[in-house]
């Protein structure tokens, strides 16, 4: 019987060990806690902007973190969980819960899932945005398919972002130019030495691109992203406090606007 259970908690011990089945909670500093909040806050605000096309007030009720730094690539992964809140065009207000996954890694942080629940007010629901999802729909099917994407994008980044070092993190479809067809979005990490972090935009239907980049000065890096909304972190170099903002298009030119 003792065999058995020594192989058992062999057994178990590996389990964890390969799938990750526990996490090691952790105490985050008042930065840490303050940034990784207003993470978990965009990733709520994306959600309800994606669906009800209105802003949210967003209150995070609990966050808990993980330390990851020794498998994975990400040193923090975090649980939030709270309320929030929306008024639509009549002063109606609605609420809801939610229930945000996300991470934070050398070079920013961001929302790998949202769960949210439906805004209610009573026995009222707030009725899903249907020109957000008329818009989706036409610019599904007007897209090229996903192999044509991303190889422009990839010949775009391979003719205007050095390669010595370079990542190229996730891509994200948004129309920051505001043309009704959606650009593609992502964070590139390059140097030696020192690394930067810049964000790359390429709009698909003109074949043009832009690039978000202040090496020695600032790294950008993008959190998520909806339909026409693309939420980035600015890190100034120097220890100064860190930014969140959205990308936008001015003189033909990519800027950070800080919201």
Known sequence: MGKKIACLAVIV???????????????????????????????????????YGLEPGVTVDKLNAFDASAKDYY?????ATGTYTVVDGTGEHYS?????????EAHGHGTDKCDITVPRNGSKTLPENPIARETEATADTAEPTETTINQSLMDYIDANTPLTGRTIEKVYESDVNQDGHRDLCVTVLYGSGIISSAIVVYDVQNNNGYILDERMTCDYSILGASEDLVAVCRIPY????????????????LVFIEK
């Open 13 to 51: 011990a590996l389990a964890v060990s390969v799938f990750g089945c526990a996490q090691k909670a952790m105490k985050l500093t008042p930065e840490q806690e303050t940034e990784l909040t207003e993470a978990a806050r965009i990733g709520v605000v994306l959600e309800i902007y994606t669906k």
């Open 238 to 253: 120097g220890g100064k406090t860190k930014t969140t903002g959205v990308l936008a298009i001015e003189g033909n030119k």
């Open 96 to 104: 809801g819960t939610f229930k945000v996954i996300g991470h934070w």
């Open 75 to 79: 040193r923090i992964t975090y649980t």
